[in-house]
């Protein structure tokens, strides 16, 4: 299996705080048989995303598994892509730079108190410089829970998505776990990811949710999900033929009870509410 969002490098985020975490959160994955982790440090309002140190730290984590048996496990920089306009601008700037391996593979993260439509705006932009948009957890967003059309369109438009692994069987409560579950057997869900912060609250298990969609929906989309489709995001290659996704073109492509409807909404973060925010990135 491949996971391609794992926050493996330690002291850049709020993921592995030391390189010993590193290794032992690398170590579990490697005995569910994961065979390459893209790591996704956060580049945010939060936390600055530098390349040079990821690289860095990143190989300092591959040489200490390598240690213990060559050749077990691959690492791979990314990036856990937050859509501000800073970022926004410098992606741009800098094709590829973000993306898995620097490859075309962007793990985008949308704000979770608003969604304005100017950033489906700018995804265009992002693909326009050679990105394709892996909308990340879109299942613990409170915004596009309640507004699953927002979905649909980014997928018309080209755009995948990924899941969190452990939002199938509902480590993330109960209203990412319907959405989720819902996504899957829509066809909306191109790959499953573990998005591991730590060895406690946020594992990297990514068998157990394996398992699951075999169970679920066959081993053929278990293997889509978790191994096909990742390889061509390490790689940088066209995905193979998915199945169709139902009801992207449905003008309410999604209908959930209200335990979905009512999804928690966080309060925005201050940078958020400023006026100039989308001005500075679209000159408006």
């Known amino acids: 299996m ?38 996704t440090p956060h580049s945010s309002n939060d936390f600055l995303y530098q390349a040079e140190r990821n690289l860095e730290r990143m190989a ?15 690492l791979i920089l990314a990036c856990d892509f937050h859509l501000h306009a800073d970022n926004i601008q410098d ?17 985008v993260e949308f704000p979770e108190a608003a969604i304005p439509p100017q950033l ?3 995804l265009h932009r992002l693909q326009a410089v050679g990105y394709t948009n892996v909308i990340t957890h879109p299942e613990r967003n409170p915004v596009i829970v309640r507004h699953p059309e927002m979905l649909a369109e980014w997928i018309r438009m080209g755009c995948v998505v990924q899941v969190t692994a452990s939002s199938l069987y509902g ?5 990412a776990e319907a ?37 679920r929906s066959g081993e053929e989309t278990a293997r889509r999900l978790c191994v096909d489709n990742p ?52 000159g408006k």
């Open 120 to 122: 489906s705006g700018a």
């Open 231 to 282: 390889r061509a995001a390490i790689t940088g290659s066209k995905m193979p033929l998915q199945p169709e996704a139902i009801g992207i073109w449905d003008s309410a492509p999604l209908k959930f009870g209200e335990s979905v409807k009512s999804a928690p909404r966080r309060p925005a973060a201050d940078g958020e509410k400023k006026s100039g925010f989308f001005g500075k990135l679209f």
């Open 2 to 39: 491949i996971d391609i969002h794992h926050h493996l490098i330690y002291g850049v985020d709020d993921g592995a705080t030391d390189i010993d975490t590193s290794v032992a959160m690398a170590e579990v994955a490697i005995s569910e048989g994961v065979t390459h982790i893209a790591c």
């Open 60 to 74: 300092e984590i591959q040489a200490r598994l390598d240690a213990n048996g060559a050749g077990r496990i691959e």
């Open 179 to 215: 959405f989720a579950n819902e996504l899957l057997d829509r066809n909306w869900v191109h790959f499953l990811a573990t998005d591991a912060h730590n060895l406690e609250w946020r594992p990297p298990h990514l068998r157990k949710a394996y398992d699951y969609v075999a169970n």
């Open 91 to 107: 992606a741009i700037a800098n094709p590829l730079k973000y993306s898995i391996g620097g490859k075309g593979y962007l793990m």
């Open 171 to 175: 480590r993330f409560g109960n209203s």
